[in-house]
């Protein structure tokens, strides 16, 4: 089955600076990326995905690319703010029709220091 | 705002009692995802419905978890009998099905088993 990992497990930057977290995957037949932000307390939240037939997909402060021939994605988060603060969990799925089980990396923990 | 919502919030409960936790998917969301979030083992997927069909169960264990479905807004997951190394938050999830990948969280429920 797939495997995901993600690194590193935790991560502090300053406000104003720039955050990436990166994920390897290991079936080379997943083509559906989701990036999760779960703050304290609280269910996952998806904040930005990426499909296999894209490089990368840029959404304001937030972008992801994805590298099919390394089987590995980033989150890159510019221009920190303290609310950025929470847990972010890649994934990654085989996105046919009724398998869309997610595979999910072990979190990453960012804490943007004011 | 469509949400998935979860009850209990919390749960504490001792060691061989039954524990229900219920979701509600979000209207005309289709696929229900269970999951359980632990310290140690980060998200893990315990089972799967379409159209209140179980698709995958392959990640909860048999002799005490149970799934269910028993209408179109309603899921339960039961465990009989609870033992501490249940204690977790358990998450619903909701998805659209029609080949949409994207799983929309609730806020979780927290069990403890003493």
């Known amino acids: 089955g797939e495997n995901v990992e993600q690194h590193p497990s935790t991560l502090s930057v300053q406000e104003g600076d720039s955050a990436v977290i990166k994920c390897t995957y290991s079936?080379?037949?997943?083509?559906?990326f989701p990036w999760y932000k779960q703050e304290l307390g609280k269910g996952p939240q998806l904040i930005i995905d990426?499909?296999?037939?894209?490089g990368e997909k840029k959404d304001q402060r937030i972008a992801v690319t994805l590298n099919k021939t390394a089987k590995h994605f980033s989150l890159h988060i510019t221009e920190t703010q303290p609310e950025d603060s929470a847990v972010y969990f890649c994934?990654?799925?085989?996105?046919?029709?009724?398998?869309?089980?997610?595979?999910f990396g072990t979190g990453t923990r960012l804490t943007i220091i004011p | 705002d469509a949400r998935v919502t979860q009850t209990p919030r919390d749960k504490v409960t001792e060691m061989g009692q039954e524990v229900t936790m219920r979701c509600q998917p979000i209207?005309?969301?289709?696929?229900v995802f269970w999951y359980r979030q632990t310290m140690m083992q980060g998200l893990e997927l315990l089972a799967y419905?379409?159209?209140?069909?179980?698709?995958?169960d392959s990640g909860m264990p048999k002799d005490r978890f149970s799934a269910e479905m028993p209408d179109a807004t309603l899921a339960t997951l039961k465990i009989q009998p609870s033992e501490p190394r249940d204690s977790a938050v358990y998450f619903c999830?909701?998805?659209?099905?029609?080949?949409?990948?994207?799983?929309?969280f609730g806020p979780g429920t927290r069990l403890l088993v003493l």
């Open positions: 999830a909701s998805g659209t099905g029609r080949g949409e990948e994207t799983q929309y």
């Open positions: 079936d080379s037949a997943s083509n559906y």
């Open positions: 990426i499909r296999s037939n894209v």
């Open positions: 994934a990654a799925s085989k996105a046919d029709f009724g398998n869309e089980k997610l595979t």
């Open positions: 209207l005309g969301h289709n696929t």
């Open positions: 419905f379409r159209n209140r069909a179980p698709l995958d």
